[in-house]
T-cell receptor, first 113, second 113 residues
Framework: DQQVKQNSPSLSVQEGRISILNCDYT??????FLWYKKYPAEGPTFLIS?????DKNEDGRFTVFLNKSAKHLSLHIVPSQPGDSAVYFC????????????FGSGTQLTVLP | DAGITQSPRYKITETGRQVTLMCHQT?????MFWYRQDLGHGLRLIYY???????DKGEVPDGYVVSRSKTENFPLTLESATRSQTSVYFC????????????FGPGTRLTVL
């Protein structure tokens, strides 16, 4: 049973527009959430995170929103650029989890020029 | 070079052979992790280690063995490789304190014929 779900395997967006990537989780013990970006033939790189005590965290063009009651988080990229084309993984961890992360299956974002 | 490295980057082997994937980090992070990435599954945790000589199973440990005699190294061994172990393997590390952010190596693409 997947505890972290990314229901959209792929997303295409026009350059300059907003990209919204979604993630749902089922485990109420998760209290820290992360987004990773992955280019082909490279390892995932950390992008942005949010603690459960917040509902929004912003870093430049990237903003993560957390809705705890809905167990849902989203990553907004504004404006989208062709270099943002990559696979985006959502991940979550909980207190006492020995720093383990549970990952979603990923969403391939393609930003069209 | 500072960071986390994996070797080899590519490996082809035959069913039944023993294979060892190497992981080395220079940050002195306490925690280290091994994941496999398969289409539709995202990243699944194989084994992790909280410190030298302390290891524990993740979600998919069967067929794998790990050791951690030194903080900086965390090798993953497939004792008798099977075709189902064809995958991309990622090593990651995380510091003891602070948020549960993990930092990933570049990956090893393993093909078992």
């Amino acid at each position: 049973d997947q505890q972290v779900k990314q229901n959209s395997p792929s997303l295409s967006v026009q350059e300059g527009r907003i990209s919204i990537l979604n993630c749902d989780y089922t485990n109420s013990m998760f209290d820290y959430f992360l987004w990773y970006k992955k280019y082909p033939a490279e390892g995932p790189t950390f992008l942005i995170s949010i603690s459960s005590i917040k509902d929004k965290n912003e870093d430049g063009r990237f903003t993560v929103f957390l809705n705890k009651s809905a167990k849902h988080l989203s990553l907004h990229i504004v404006p989208s650029q062709p270099g943002d084309s990559a696979v985006y993984f959502c991940a979550a961890s909980g207190t006492g989890s020995a720093r383990q992360l549970t990952f979603g299956s990923g969403t391939q974002l393609t930003v069209l020029p | 070079d500072a960071g986390i490295t994996q070797s080899p980057r590519y490996k082809i082997t035959e069913t039944g052979r023993q294979v060892t994937l190497m992981c080395h980090q220079t940050w002195s992070h306490s925690y280290m992790f091994w994941y496999r990435q398969d289409l539709g599954h995202g990243l699944r945790l194989i084994y992790y280690s909280a410190a030298a000589d302390i290891t524990d199973k993740g979600e998919v440990p069967d067929g794998y063995v790990v050791s951690r005699s030194k903080t900086e190294n965390f090798p993953l061994t497939l004792e008798s490789a099977t075709r189902s172990q064809t995958s991309v393997y990622f090593c990651a590390s995380s510091p003891t304190s602070g948020e549960d952010t993990q930092y990933f190596g570049p990956g090893t693409r393993l093909t078992v014929l």
